[in-house]
């Protein structure tokens, strides 16, 4: 019996309670966007937590803490810029079915 999975429980059943709980561990439907951004969040969150690493940055960039903290922060609203169009299938099927 494998010791990481519950009796009674199926793989399966703990995949999808990781996935509703976390919302950055993604779904099936999930675009290639979402995905990008749920990732840069979570490494520049990462960065703002952990004292070290914003200190290394600020060194690094030649800024003062405070100052790095407050671009990271900034860029958590779009980390990966504003996000593409959205195509309507909708529309390109009417047009199909119009003479």
């Known amino acids: 019996m494998d010791p990481f999975v519950r009796p009674g429980g199926t793989f ?3 995949i ?8 950055g561990t ?11 951004t749920n990732h840069h ?11 070290d690493m914003l200190c290394s940055l600020a060194v690094v ?7 790095t903290r407050l671009k990271l922060l900034n860029k958590m609203r779009q980390p990966c810029g504003k ?3 959205v195509e ?12």
């Open 12 to 14: 399966a059943a703990q």
């Open 16 to 23: 999808e309670h990781l996935i509703t709980r976390y919302p």
């Open 26 to 36: 993604g779904n099936p439907d999930i675009t290639k966007y979402e995905w990008a």
């Open 41 to 51: 969040r979570d490494t520049l969150a990462t960065f703002v937590g952990h004292h």
């Open 61 to 67: 960039e030649n800024e003062s803490l405070a100052r």
């Open 83 to 85: 996000p593409p169009a």
């Open 88 to 99: 309507d299938d909708d529309e390109d099927m009417s047009e199909m079915h119009d003479p």
